[in-house]
């Protein structure tokens, strides 16, 4: 596939800890994106990158910050979880062109207690 | 706004069965419509694609038609197998978009 690395696999945590989630890829693709899926809501999208330093805000943006400071990583951070952030989130890539699909990484399973 | 509607599952069926899965979309403009399928523990692949209308998709025995008068894009399998057990999601992006709009999903079942 497009080479979507997302790390770590599984992560439990503890309300009011920050969380920081990592996606590396290998295709040099311009776009990247972090979803948060959830039972009955399919995927929703979190926040995207257009280039490197180029980010903005998705559909579900509060409580989560990004930084884009290579092409091939993308970081999702939670300042301060909580258990309504307790998700799997997906990392995807492409290359811009609205008839190309995304590409995506494995997940990442975050539990909250 | 623009969506996608799916039906609402799991949808079990036996090896062999014909499948559908019913996805509507409401778009302002000509989307590029997508099937994409889950396998637990997995993210999601891309199944097929259409990018206009009366196009058809098609990959490993599926295949979906992007129906532009009836806003539908419905997948289809003449006989599913054991391993095509999982999750599909039908998804749209518009034109000129990074965004891509996903429905629900769909579990679907096969048994043996």
């Known amino acids: 596939d497009a080479g979507i690395t997302q790390s770590p696999r599984h992560k439990v945590t503890e309300t009011g800890t920050p969380v920081t989630l990592r996606c590396h890829q290998t295709?040099?693709?311009?776009?990247m994106y972090w979803y948060r899926q959830d039972p009955g809501h399919g995927l929703r999208l979190i926040h995207y990158?257009?280039?490197?330093?180029?980010?903005d805000k998705g559909e579900v943006s509060d409580g989560y910050s990004v930084s884009r400071s290579k092409t091939e990583d993308f970081l999702l951070t939670l300042e301060s979880a909580t258990s309504s952030q307790t998700s799997v989130y997906f990392c995807a890539t492409d290359g811009g062109a609205s008839n190309q699909p995304q590409h995506f990484g494995d997940g990442t399973r975050l539990s909250i207690l | 706004g623009n969506s996608v509607t799916q039906m609402e599952g799991p949808v079990t069926l036996s090896e062999e069965a014909f499948l559908t899965i019913n996805c509507t979309y409401t778009a302002t403009g000509y989307p590029s419509l997508f099937w994409y399928v889950q396998y637990p523990g997995e993210g999601l692949q891309l199944l097929l694609k259409?990018?206009?209308?009366?196009d058809k998709g098609s990959n490993k025995g599926f295949e979906a038609t992007y129906r532009k008068e009836t806003t539908s894009f419905h997948l289809e399998k003449g006989s599913v197998q054991v391993s095509d057990s999982a999750v599909y999601f039908c998804?749209?992006?518009?034109?000129?978009?990074?965004?891509?709009?996903f429905g629900s999903g769909t579990r679907l079942l096969v048994r043996p």
């Open positions: 259409a990018t206009k209308a009366d």
């Open positions: 990158s257009y280039g490197v330093k180029d980010t």
């Open positions: 998804a749209l992006r518009m034109d000129s978009s990074y965004k891509l709009i």
């Open positions: 295709e040099n693709h311009r776009y």
